[in-house]
Nanobody, 126 residues
Framework: VQLQASGGGLVQAGGSLRLSCVAS????????IHWFRQPTGKAREFIAT????????RYADSVKGRFTISRDNAKNTVYLQMNSLKPEDTAVYYC????????????????????WGKGTLVTVSS
């Protein structure tokens, strides 16, 4: 599975960005796509995940109510709509693929993922 994240950039506090993660590979449909982020000098943390059908989603408490994960299976793409951005949202954002069982994890960890895309930098200015 190959993953490509894009959509990062510089935005003022209170603004919005939409990240995209395009997945490819024969076994893509066997994996769950997650979003993580890593602020400078800190550990990579789970942000959101979505089931293959889109019917099940999970969010970290830090982004709940502000971020929305969605997917378009026809385009093999998972999106992360980020609203009401705060300076503390500044980080490199990564999409990752984990096996099917990761959809039931409350807080998946980096070791639960099998594939990673290159990150996209989101900078929120105050």
């Amino acid at each position: 599975v190959q993953l490509q994240a894009s959509g990062g950039g510089l935005v003022q506090a209170g603004g919005s960005l939409r990240l995209s993660c395009v997945a490819s590979g024969r076994t893509f449909s066997s994996y769950i796509i997650h979003w993580f982020r890593q602020p400078t000098g800190k550990a990579r943390e789970f942000i959101a995940t979505i089931s293959w059908s889109g019917g099940s989603t999970r969010y970290a408490d830090s982004v709940k109510g502000r971020f929305t994960i969605s997917r378009d299976n026809a385009k093999n793409t998972v999106y992360l709509q980020m609203n009401s951005l705060k300076p503390e949202d500044t980080a490199v954002y990564y999409c990752a693929a984990g096996k099917v069982h990761t959809i039931v994890m409350t807080t998946p960890t980096t070791s639960d993922m099998d594939y990673w895309g290159k990150g996209t930098l989101v900078t929120v200015s105050s």
